[in-house]
Every structure is written in C-alpha cells, then in structure tokens.
C-alpha cells in the first residue's frame, strides 16, 4: 500500500455505538473501521453496498456538545448541504436515529491529513505547504461569502486527496455575528493553538477573519513543523530578536502559554529559502487586531498563488491550478 495513505484503526464497537452500527447495517452501510472518536461522536470508515461507494459517516450525539458547550444546531449539516465546492468536503446525505443521535454521510478521503503528513515528515515541501495553502483559502473564500466562519482551521482538519487539499470537520461552523453581551454569549470553541485573539472572548464578535488566523497558523506550520503559538513559550533572546514588529496588534493581558498574547517569530528563522513575500504575507494573516489582519480569504489566496506562481517560474517546474467545476 502506498505509504501516504493514512491507515485506520480497527474497529472496535462499545455498547454505546453498537446499536448505531446495526442500524446504518440496517440502512445498507457496511462498517469497516472506527477512523475517531471523541467526547461527542465518533467517524467510521464504511462502504454504502448499494453503489459500492467508499464513505465516511460521521455520528454526532448532540446531548454530549450541549452538556459541554450550549444547544447544538443544524449548522453544520446546513453548510455542508449549501457549499458545493472542490477543497470543501461535500455531504451525501444526513439523518438522526431515534435516540437523538445525527449522522452524516460523506465521501471516503484515503489520503492523510496534514497533521499526519507533519508527523511523517516535520514540515511540507514548500510548493506544497503554497498549494494547500491556496486551496484552502479557496475554500474559506465560499464559506465566507456565505455568512459562516469554520472556528476550526488546523493541520488535523485539512485532508490531502491526491494532490489536493480538502477542508473538514464543520462541527463549530457558525455564522457570522456581531458581539453578544449578554448570558446567552457563545462559549469559547476551538483548537487553542491556531484560535484567534478574538475566539478566546466569550460573545466577541466574530467573522472570517478568525479563520485567516487559523489558516495563518496552518501554513506557518507546513513550512516549519512547528505552530507559531508554540513559538510563544520559549523566551530565549535569540529568539526574541527575530520577532516581527507588530505594533499595530492588541496586546491580550492573559497567559501566553494559552492565548496569542504577542507576536510570533518569523517562519525564515526556520525556513530560510521561502521568499520574503510569503514571511510579509504570514504576518499580515498573525496580525493580532483583527482590523490589521488580511482583509479576506480571497486576498489570502491569491497573494499564495502568486508566490506560488513565482517559484515554480523561477525553478521551471510544471504549473499547477486550483480545482474548478464546469
């Protein structure tokens, strides 16, 4: 088998999904192995028998995420349904047993993720890490222009199929809103490494630019090996000395070993042969006032395939193209 296909765990059914295992048996999905499973669900690997189709199914018990984190809504299923795009996992088809459980279908991606691909490899060849990058933003750029925000931008929820990259996991999509300053605030979600400075404020605000910072974060990490929120908590001068000079950011009064209190370092310290423009372009997308952040997705993007575009030239190397329909 090819190495850079990620390899499942073997199944093993608790009592607890057992009777949901039957029941998707029952609706003609054949289970072949558990992918992950956490606190509110858990992603299984199955094959629908009536098409022959590889698929992922994703159980969500909305009873765990309200206990943890407030009421769970139709967003998720709501923006899988709506975008159709190719750096976007789609869905096939969704439900909920009687229990109050959801299900979702969506199409078996083989290839690792980028964290895997970071575990195997500690950082990504630099057209790469350019390519992911711009297909991402790519997708954001839909997300966005359809009122929502991922909260949730990170190496372990960006798939590689084929030579692309796809965008998952929409479990803390929500849609974009203004400050909420009473008891009914939204509670602090995501991944602490690549939040925003905004994402840690309960009721704060929220819109795309949360997701620039993650994906600021993604990239920073494919082309170091390392988050540029974990470039935080060593304080050495030699480090200190190549920090970008952020001082147009809010500066957060919290512990930086939680929060993106300050400026990171800058990725050329580790990565030296990506172009200045790119290192230019990070620290527009790490801004920690959002008003000083990049603009948008789409901008995001097209500055990365710019870059891209430039290297490729400069080293005579094949072109590359983002996935379009028609």
């Known amino acids: 088998m090819n190495e850079s296909v990620w390899k499942p765990r073997p199944l093993t059914a608790t009592p607890d999904t057992s009777v949901h295992l039957e029941r998707l048996a029952d609706a003609g999905f054949?289970?072949?192995?558990?992918?992950?499973?956490?606190?509110?669900?858990?992603?299984?690997?199955?094959?629908?028998?009536?098409?022959?189709?590889?698929?992922?199914?994703?159980?969500?018990?909305?009873?765990?995420?309200?206990?943890?984190?407030?009421?769970?809504?139709?967003?998720?299923?709501d923006a899988l349904a709506m975008l159709r795009h190719p750096h976007i996992v789609p869905l096939f088809s969704s439900g909920v047993f009687d229990d109050g459980v959801r299900y979702f279908v969506m199409p078996w991606i083989a290839g690792p993720t980028v964290r895997q691909r970071l575990q195997r490899e500690e950082r990504l060849p630099l057209l790469d890490a350019l390519r992911y990058g711009a297909e991402i933003a790519d997708a954001l750029t839909a997300l966005h222009t359809n009122g929502l925000v991922h909260r949730d931008v990170k190496p372990g929820n960006v798939m590689i199929d084929g030579r692309h990259a796809v965008l998952i996991d929409f479990?803390?999509?929500?849609?974009?809103?203004s400050e909420v300053l009473d008891d009914e605030a939204p509670p602090v979600v995501g991944t602490p490494a690549y939040m925003s400075p905004e994402q840690w404020h309960p009721g704060a605000a929220m819109d795309g630019r949360a997701?620039?910072?993650?994906?600021?974060?993604?990239?920073?990490?494919?082309?170091?090996?390392?988050?540029p929120i974990e470039e935080l908590r060593p304080e050495h001068d030699e480090r200190s000395k190549h920090r970008w000079d952020d001082s147009n950011s809010a500066i957060i009064d919290a512990d930086p070993y939680d929060t993106p209190s300050r400026p990171v370092m800058s990725m050329r310290m580790r990565r030296p042969d990506a172009p200045e423009s790119l290192d230019r372009l990070l620290r527009r997308a790490l801004r920690l006032d959002r008003d000083h952040r990049i603009s948008s997705a789409a901008v995001f993007r097209d500055e990365l395939e710019q870059i891209h575009a430039t290297l490729v030239a400069e080293q005579n190397k094949p072109g590359w193209l983002r996935r379009h329909f028609g």
């Open 171 to 177: 479990g803390l999509v929500c849609h974009v809103h």
């Open 30 to 77: 054949e289970v072949r192995s558990t992918v992950a499973a956490g606190s509110f669900g858990v992603v299984y690997h199955a094959v629908e028998r009536a098409v022959h189709r590889n698929v992922a199914i994703k159980l969500i018990d909305p009873r765990a995420i309200a206990a943890a984190r407030g009421e769970y809504s139709q967003t998720e299923i």
């Open 211 to 227: 997701d620039l910072f993650g994906l600021g974060c993604l990239v920073y990490e494919m082309l170091t090996g390392v988050s």
